[in-house]
């Protein structure tokens, strides 16, 4: 026989259509010739009645009859992997096959996993359009082993925008779930391996969830996990969506070595259905660099606040927007100062507050931003001034006065060597003054 010659119509029990109704359907339906099918089913889905075509004998009943009844035979045979038996129950109900599209539209298939002794293989159904007009409505059913298709190279995947995003997930993620939220399975495909059907890992998803919290999770992570990886919350989500979603989750794996791993739960709508799709990394580099920064600003904010004990004031100002945010300062300054947040503004209140008139001019010229901007640079790196505090008693005399040393520090420059920021801090000097010889008076502080 041709290999592209139809297969002989199966004989069994009822009225099986005869070759000649069999060769029209064929002819109808091109691409029926283009495969090897194990079972060609013509169905009546109003009257529920189907006429067997072609039929293999491994786990279908030959013959003809109720089509529901030889669905649900073949669904009781054992022959569907236990992971998939939901899918192929949900799509093969009456309701949904009455569903299927009109002539001229594409078919609606289902891929599923047939068991055979040492494993499975995977098969196709289609649902083919009938070409009959009128009020039968009827359709092909056709079953197809594609297992080496899938093994030689065949993707799902049927655009080139699809092929990209494939490509796009190997390059940046290792491991990715696919949750089937109506059966609660799960497929988990490692990306960091050529695509093997047989290296598809299949298994109740739930029971993956307790056993990552059980052996993997760390325990401090345990709760943020489950919130966001539970069948529950899957299908609740799911309920929420309307196009597309994402939630993340990272969470450390148990051991002494410190290692995160990121979650990637990608929701999209298809029809009435809702994909979920997990995907996950290892983002531990990512992690200790973001964990190093942080200790670096940490660091540095404790050697300012440690610093800042030697001076009775310390402030850190933005030169580019003439504004400044105080780290450490008395009382009754921050009392003056108010919520004022402009430094130009700022020193002005504070002058003529507490600085001496005779000094207040001097002062304000040395610490104008204008100048700081304009001076400071890696080789002038601080701008000082000495000036006389007023006492907190307005009637005390001038030998109630303090001595004050204020200094602007440059901390941080742009591309151009430009100040961007400084720390102003000022600290008494007045014991200094009364003793010349204990500190000279020459540098910064």
Known sequence: MPADAPLP??????????????????????????????????????????????????GWQPGDGSLTGQ????????????????????????????????????????????????????????????????????????????????????????????MQMAAILKCRYQMMNTVYLDSGMCERVDLRQDYDPDKVLTGDYSLYIQTALARFVHPDDAEIFRSTLSLEHLRETAATIRDYGEEVCQYRLQGETLRW?????????????????????????DKLQEAAKLQALEDRAYLITSLSSLF??????????????????????????????????????????????????????????????????????YVAVEYRKLPEDPSAGAEAYSWTRATAVLARTGSDDMPKTAVYVARDITRELDDPASVPHHGPF
């Open 261 to 285: 791993i990121e979650l990637h739960v990608l929701y999209g709508r298809q029809g009435d259905q809702v994909m979920v799709n997990i995907l996950g990394q290892d983002v531990t580099e």
């Open 312 to 381: 009775f004031s310390t402030y850190y100002i933005d030169l580019e927007q003439d504004s400044f945010r105080a780290v450490t300062q008395q009382r009754r300054v921050g009392d003056v100062l108010g919520d004022e947040i402009n430094f130009t503004a700022a020193l002005r209140l504070y002058a003529n507050h507490f600085i001496h008139p005779d000094d207040r001019e001097r002062y304000l010229s040395a610490m104008d931003v204008e100048r700081l901007r304009r001076e400071l640079r890696w080789w002038t790196p």
């Open 71 to 162: 669905l649900a035979d073949f669904a009781r045979s054992g022959a569907i992997h236990p992971g998939d038996m939901d899918r192929f129950v949900a799509f093969t109900r009456l309701q949904q096959l009455r569903a299927a599209p009109q002539a001229g539209q594409e078919a609606r298939t289902l891929i599923y996993r047939r068991q055979v002794p040492g494993g499975y293989r995977w098969n196709l159904m289609e649902v083919v359009p009938d070409q009959k007009t009128g009020e039968v409505q009827s359709a092909i059913l056709c079953f197809k082993d594609v297992h080496d298709a899938l093994r030689e190279g065949f993707k799902l995947a049927r655009s080139k925008r699809d």
């Open 9 to 58: 119509p199966a004989r069994g029990e009822g009225e099986p259509m005869d070759n000649g109704n069999y060769e029209m359907l064929l002819n109808a339906v091109p691409e029926i010739r283009a495969y090897t099918y194990r079972k060609i089913l013509h169905a009546d889905l109003v009257q529920d009645r189907c006429s067997v075509l072609v039929s293999d004998p491994e």
